[in-house]
């Protein structure tokens, strides 16, 4: 059974920096992209940035050159470095695989996580 561990969330002064993981495991293939997405109250859960299995990555406008999104192939787990955060990045942070592929099954997942709180104080 696959599942996804985040950790890292926490609460921040603006201006701080926090690391968020997301450990996937059970009888993993392959992954074609992990990402974080995040859900603010009373708004719809938006893209943060997303990686690729060769690792190219995109971001999200509002927290390009302040987050950094990478990935452990080996590990199966995605990391986020959010530097230099501001309050309105407060939000419950989501990690999303796509294209997941299991041992002998040629189907391809989507999963998420349970989410992780980040709060930023100004």
Known sequence: QVQLVESG???????????LACAVSGPIVSI??????RQAPGKQRELVATMA????ANYAESVKGRFTISR???KATTYLQMNDLKPEDTAVY???VQGL???????EYDYWGQGT???VSS
């Open 94 to 96: 989501y990690c999303n």
């Open 117 to 119: 709180q980040v709060t």
């Open 9 to 19: 969330g926490g609460l921040v002064q603006a201006g701080g920096s926090l690391r």
């Open 32 to 37: 074609n992209r992990m990402g974080w997405y």
């Open 53 to 56: 299995s060769g690792g190219s």
């Open 72 to 74: 452990d192939n080996a």
């Open 101 to 107: 592929r299991v041992v002998l099954d040629e189907r």
